[in-house]
């Protein structure tokens, strides 16, 4: 891509040959026990080639599970150092699949498996109102607002209001006293409208209330000493935050309708959203919805959890059921009055479709969540795959578009739904 093409395009650049910024954990894929060929390995990975040629993503990794094994584990490009505004002499550091990157909102899935893991140890019942917990959500009319309206994007209250300091979001006493004195758009929990940071933070103090302990430190507790992870922190400790990746504002300026919807969900442009992902503040905070920070592979790993069932390694982590709630379908699809796009959604997460939905063609089992738009981490039973892909870019609409499709069209092809009984556990 030329240069006149890259500055139209706000795209990075891309080397000819790219083994030059590939890396792949050779020990970590292990194809051959999944019965998958190499053909499939190098079919799956052509078409993240194809899309990291696109340029809107300065740094990529992915990991694929299938049947339990890992099959490919990779990345390419730059942690840092590789954007559309970065010189030839700025300082390049290479993606590795050790990387933490911040996986943005598919944070909200890990959030609303604590919040259904709190329902299985009797904390919490899901249809009671958030009131209930926290007497002083009940103003301005949000008394009756649930837990479940919360985590299914039902809640009412789907953007902080207008005009809010950015500072706010890592206040957690700030944040929460202006979610109190909110005043909700609706209540009756009828229709869909995605809550991008809100909800985390009510999720959150309802967690905390209950436990007595801090989001943190029931993570930790629960999942991320569990599973072995080494990141899979709400932010990132700041001993560690220069070995997270940057994020990149990528591709096309988005123009109106677009950039209307960019702020109704964002709550500000892209190059505020730039700013505001890469400032050490928003990193080093605790935002449920948005900062949870870790590698494609502990994702991954996250949701080969779910899809077992609720066991990771031979330890249970949750119980079956807990899982199943979290998945099962809440509502009809329907059009999202934040994001303006047909959605699905269970209490937690963003579901698949037949014949065809956001996870790709017959993914009506599959279950998982976006991250700024771009990054996408979801599980199929039906196919028993778990995927993460996460990138360094934020592009909004462009040209990358027709590969990220192309990406989930291949892995949907190349991995074919199996037969029933051969399926993992949750699909049964």
């Not at 609409?397 to 190349?414: E, I, K, M, N, S």
């Not at 074919?416 to 049964?428: D, F, N, T």
Request: aromatic share 8%.
């Amino acid at each position: 891509m030329n240069r006149i093409a890259r500055r139209a395009l706000h795209t990075s650049v891309i080397p000819a040959d790219l083994s030059t910024v590939t890396y792949r954990d050779a020990a970590g894929e292990k194809p051959e026990l999944a019965g998958v060929s190499q053909k499939v390995v190098d079919d799956v990975w052509k078409s993240v080639e194809r899309l990291y040629r696109t340029g809107v993503y300065p740094g990529l990794q992915l990991s694929l599970r299938h049947r339990g094994e890992q099959v490919i584990h990779r990345a390419l490009g730059h942690a840092s150092g590789n954007g559309p505004q970065d010189s030839p002499e700025t300082p390049k550091i290479a993606m590795t699949t050790d990387t933490p990157i911040c996986y943005f909102s598919a944070s909200k899935a890990v959030t609303a498996l604590l919040i259904h893991m709190l329902v299985e140890q009797g904390l919490v019942n899901l249809m009671d109102p958030v009131s209930y917990y926290c007497p002083e959500f009940a103003q301005n009319g949000k008394a009756t607002i649930t837990v479940h309206q919360i985590l299914s994007h039902r809640g009412g209250i789907p953007a902080i209001p207008r005009e809010t300091p950015i500072d706010v979001l890592w206040s957690r006493d700030e944040i929460w006293r202006l979610l109190c004195e909110a005043k909700p758009v609706e209540v009756d929990g009828a229709k869909v409208a995605y809550h991008a940071v809100t909800g985390g933070f009510v999720l959150q103090r309802v967690l905390e209330k209950v436990t007595g302990d801090t989001i943190e430190a029931y993570i930790d507790r629960y999942l991320r000493k569990p599973m072995g992870m080494r990141w899979f922190t709400y932010g990132i400790s700041p001993e560690h935050v220069d070995e997270l990746a940057e994020n990149y504002a990528t591709g096309p300026t988005p123009r109106f309708p677009l950039s209307w919807i960019v702020r109704r969900a964002l709550g500000g442009d892209i190059n505020t959203v730039e700013t505001v992902v890469n400032d050490p503040r928003f990193q080093e905070a605790v935002i449920p919805a948005g900062n949870l920070c870790g590698t494609a592979e502990e994702m991954g790993r996250f949701f080969q959890m779910m899809l077992n069932g609720g066991i990771w390694e031979g330890r249970r982590v949750c119980s079956e059921l807990t899982v199943r709630r979290a998945i099962q379908q809440f509502g009809s699809l329907q059009i999202d009055r934040t994001m303006m796009i047909p959605m699905r959604f269970s209490a937690g997460m963003m579901l698949g479709s037949n014949p065809v939905g956001l996870w790709g063609q017959r993914s009506g089992q599959a279950f998982g969540h976006v991250g700024l738009i771009n990054k996408l981490c979801w599980a199929d039973p039906a196919r028993d795959i778990s995927v993460s892909l996460l990138n360094t870019g934020i592009p909004i609409f462009g040209h990358h578009l027709p590969a990220l499709a192309r990406f989930v069209y291949t892995v949907c092809d190349r991995f074919p739904l199996i037969p029933e009984g051969q399926r993992p556990l949750i699909a049964a």
